[in-house]
């Protein structure tokens, strides 16, 4: 069965401080893994694959195989990446996870 | 812009009612992928279609039903409508069907709501 797991609903951090978000999966074949971001009002958009190993806005994400993760860094957020952040697995299907909202703070 | 459009952008609507959303993909996309986002659940996948033929199925209740028209719009219909299905519904698209690491292009949602 495929899942997607984001532990944290909400995660607040200052302007300049790292940011992680979580993200773990679980399936038992080579997986596909996004990341999505949906800004306040805005449609949800890819920000990043993990098969282009591209760093976007910033950001970046590393599939960890051994760990099933596929975590979502940036060494110093902006007050622009607050939004709702959504990891996504395509095994069989493209599965969503239920997502962490950035908070970034002055 | 994504070049999805859905319509309406707004629902309100009373249990019991049904309703169908519609969503016209980018052009030259053939899949159509629906999905339900709501505070508590997330985003949920609900159903796709690829080329006018259903092609994946999600967490779609039976009250809900799809389809994919030959200009490859599609339809989400929802009836018997209960307050639990107040969220926002997205549709997206994508050139193909299968696996492949390319990105699903969303709409900007419905935001149905029960009364």
């Known amino acids: 069965a495929q899942r997607v797991t984001q532990p944290e609903k909400l995660l607040s951090v200052f302007k300049g401080a790292p940011v992680e978000l979580k993200c773990n999966y679980s399936?038992?074949?080579?997986?596909?893994l996004f990341w999505y971001v949906q800004y306040s009002r805005q449609r949800l958009q890819l920000l990043l694959r993990h098969i282009s190993r591209e760093s976007i806005k910033g950001f970046t994400a590393d599939l960890n195989k051994g760990e099933t993760s596929f975590h979502l860094k940036k060494p110093f957020a902006q007050e622009e990446d607050s939004a709702m952040y959504y990891c996504?697995?395509?095994?069989?299907?493209?599965?969503f996870g239920t997502g962490t909202r950035l908070q970034v703070f002055p | 812009d994504s070049g999805v459009t859905q319509t309406p952008k707004h629902l309100i609507t009373a249990t019991g009612q049904r309703v169908t959303l519609r969503c016209s993909p980018r052009s030259g996309d053939l899949s159509v992928y629906w999905y339900q986002q709501s505070l508590d659940q997330g985003l949920q996948f609900l159903i796709q279609?690829?080329?006018?033929?259903?092609?994946a199925k999600g967490n779609i209740l039976e009250r809900f039903s799809a389809q994919q028209f030959p200009d490859l719009h599609s339809e989400l219909n929802l009836s018997s409508l209960e307050l639990g299905d107040s969220a926002l519904y997205f549709c997206a698209s994508s050139p193909r069907g299968g696996r492949g690491s390319y990105e699903q292009y969303f709409g900007p949602g419905t935001r149905l709501t029960v009364t």
């Open positions: 996504a697995l395509r095994g069989d299907k493209l599965i």
């Open positions: 279609y690829y080329n006018g033929e259903e092609r």
């Open positions: 399936y038992s074949g080579s997986p596909e």
